[in-house]
């Protein structure tokens, strides 16, 4: 045994004593945990009582709130009061002193009664030594807020569609507004069989579909609203003339002020659809079938005539034109716009852009975007045409009507110093990963401001402003890898030598297939910074591009001075992201640009931090969206909707019950915007927060 050894006997009792002390300490354990309990016991407790206390004060408040509601009321009464006793005992002295007049002192001794009665008017109704801090002559629409801490004039509220009025505004309180219970109001609703569930403004039928409420289901002055899937009362135009009345679907639509002759921007929103085709196609050979555009708002603006688009103001207009297609032609269809002029001296294409044929029949969102300079009589139309003659004699055409208007255009005046630009991608055959095009300036407002480097590679600025543009490449694929890995579009800024990603966007790959990619966004530019693209395609994937003269691999542009214009980005936010079956989630976003003036995305402490893009001044916006997402959904919506001053407290839209409306590109002061995505029948695996996801908006002033 060596030296360190420990003796058996010795060893034996060490284990004795350690189990011993493992004893002990577990009943010294137990005793801890019982303790434990009874605190825990007593901390429920108290919490209860807490609460308790807290229930009884919220209830001491009301029971306040009513009581002050009471004293108000008593005291502007006794004040009337005060003031009638006040002028007939004016009116009593006046009678007394008429004989005093013929006096010589008589005239000072009237004096000496008025200022005697104005002094015990003034100390009626305050305190002697104090003085009362008030907010001075507010508006008749208007009352005292003292919840800031400083008396402020703010603006009465005015009840929404589906509130009733509970009490008026006065002096020192705002109008009271109450939601209108319909269920419980109106016989008959949402039939026996169905639950009806009310909401704010309106009400939900369990089970409800689109049909049932085209055959009237919501009722009179009630309007089905898709994206909220429920009825809502339908607005009313309070000193407007309506430009459209309430349908089963649809909201009334209420003109809005005249516009004069000095603003600087405005919008204009239309419908488009196929016209008398009856899913059926008539010939989609060149030039195809035009669509049928239907006005929504602005007639001052533009009219619609013959199912195109007439201009009545002379500008700059940055269209827009989102669509969804299910076709069955071979190879493609494509979609154009076409502006003509006024006296039949000029007639070309704007922009084009190319719908692949899927393997699964399926709706395929496209957007495509154009900018020109018109003048009154300028018409623009568009259209859809084929060139496989399989296609000419196939029933297989259906869009997909969508609640937003599918058309939308941004008239910039010329008192702006805008300048708009087109330029055709050269035409080229590429079968390299990385191609970066080069331009020819198809048209051109003012050639000083914005040109075209020595390589045509690159647009440069000659002055700071702000730039919104569209870059649209049609292309043939060859290549599994292609379908497998997809493409990438990028926009460089190039400033002082440096190279600066703007933004990028995402295509799925198709195999043996014709298609195109597209690229927008939004961006602050000075004087020297040049603009530039690059296209990203799989290293086994063949690539062949396209360019011809009806714009389907081209670019818009348009600049701005930065005196009367602001543009953000941001990238779609981690946090937040929505998965699986996603029905009308909110985006969330993170703002990587500079901060603006002018607008913002919701600051943290807010009702909807990160989610709301905020205008702060009055204006027209233009907001592009790209979203890169993994899912198996049968249809994805993305919605862009308006909500009016949601920031303001305790007048968020879900106190006030006023409602998320579809695109209005219109933005005024205390409006808001954001998205919403929507998985019909399937769920979303993945969104992309790091490349190909982002918003960019153009604020252009009013």
């Known amino acids: 045994m060596g030296s360190n050894d420990v003796p058996s006997d010795d060893a034996v009792i060490l284990q004795l004593q350690l189990s011993k002390d493992q004893e002990k300490l577990v009943e010294a354990l137990k005793d801890q945990q019982e303790e434990v309990k009874v605190m825990h016991r007593l901390l429920s407790e108290q919490q209860g009582e807490l609460i308790h206390q807290q229930r009884e004060i919220l209830a001491q408040q009301k029971k306040m709130h009513d009581y002050m509601e009471q004293v108000k009321a008593q005291y502007n009464i006794l004040l009337d009061t005060i003031k009638q006793m006040s002028m007939q005992n004016l009116q009593e002295e006046l009678d007394s002193h008429r004989e005093v007049l013929s006096e010589p002192s008589g005239p000072h001794r009237v004096q000496q009664a008025i200022s005697l009665h104005k002094v015990d008017m003034e100390a009626s109704v305050m305190e002697v030594g104090h003085s009362l801090v008030t907010c001075g002559r507010c508006g008749p629409e208007e009352y005292c807020d003292f919840k ?254 969508p609640l937003p208007a599918s058309l939308s255009l941004m008239w910039l005046s010329h008192d702006t110093g805008a300048v708009a630009m087109t330029a055709q991608a050269a035409l080229s055959a590429h079968y390299h990963t990385n191609h970066r095009p080069s331009f020819r300036i198809a048209s051109i407002s003012d050639p000083y401001v914005v040109v075209l480097t020595h390589d045509g590679r690159g647009i440069r600025f000659a002055e700071s402003g702000t730039v919104r543009f569209v870059f649209q490449q049609a292309l043939y694929s060859m290549g599994q890898a292609c379908v497998s890995e997809g493409f990438q579009m990028l926009a460089y800024l190039n400033r002082n030598g440096t190279a600066v990603e703007l933004c990028r966007t995402f295509k799925p790959g198709v195999h043996y297939r014709d298609t195109s990619i597209s690229l927008s966004g939004a961006t602050e530019v000075g004087s020297g910074d040049t603009l530039a693209f690059e296209i990203l395609s799989p290293a086994q994937c063949n690539v062949r591009f396209f360019s011809d003269d009806t714009g389907v691999s081209g670019l818009s542009l348009v600049w701005v001075p930065a005196a009367s214009s602001a543009s953000i980005y941001a990238s779609v936010a981690q946090a937040g992201l929505p998965s699986g ?91 808001s915007v954001f998205f919403t995505l929507d998985c019909v029948r399937g769920r979303v695996n993945q969104v992309s927060h790091h490349t190909g996801s982002g918003v960019s908006v153009l604020w252009v002033a009013a």
Request: glycine share 8%; charged share 20%; proline share 4%.
């Open 581 to 671: 079956a996603v029905r009308n989630k909110p985006l969330f976003f993170h703002q990587t640009s500079p901060q603006v003036s002018q607008m913002g995305l919701s600051v943290k402490g807010s009702a909807k931090p990160n989610q709301y893009f905020v205008f702060r001044e009055s204006g027209t916006a233009n907001v592009a969206l790209d979203l890169k997402l993994i899912h198996s959904c049968r249809l994805v919506k993305l919605t862009l909707l308006r909500l009016i001053d949601p920031e303001r407290p305790g007048a968020g839209w879900e106190a006030r019950g006023s409602r998320p409306t579809p695109l209005a590109q219109q933005v005024q002061n205390g409006t």
């Open 148 to 401: 800031g801490g400083h008396p402020l004039c703010e603006k009465c509220t005015v009840c929404p569609a589906g509130f009733f009025l509970v009490a008026q505004c006065s002096v020192h309180a705002d109008r009271i507004c109450q939601d209108r219970d319909e269920c419980l109001e109106l016989a008959d609703l949402c039939e026996d069989r169905q639950k009806c569930i009310n909401t704010p403004g309106g009400f939900r039928c369990q089970g409800m579909t689109e049909r049932d409420a085209r055959a009237g289901m919501c009722g009179h002055d009630y309007f089905y609203n898709v994206d909220m899937d429920e009825c809502q009362a339908c607005a009313e135009c309070e000193g407007q003339p309506a430009t459209s009345s309430c349908t089963f679907t649809t909201d009334t639509a209420c003109s809005g002020p005249s516009d004069g002759d000095n603003v600087l921007s405005l919008s204009w929103t239309g419908d488009v659809s196929l016209a008398d085709t009856n899913g059926h196609i008539v010939n989609l050979a060149s030039p195809g079938v035009q669509f049928h555009i239907r006005a929504r708002d602005k007639a001052s603006l533009a009219s619609t005539e013959d199912g195109r688009l007439v201009m009545k103001k002379h500008g700059l207009v940055w269209l827009e034109q989102n669509l969804s297609v299910n076709h069955s032609c071979r190879s493609f269809v494509q979609v154009c716009l076409h502006m003509n002029a006024s006296d039949g001296s000029e007639s070309h294409y704007l922009s084009g852009v190319r719908i692949e044929q899927q393997e699964v029949r399926s709706f395929q969102g496209v957007s495509i975007s154009a900018v020109a300079e018109v003048a009154p009589g300028y018409a623009i139309s568009t259209s859809l045409w084929s060139a496989n003659h399989h296609c000419n004699q196939s029933n297989g055409l259906r869009l997909y009507d």
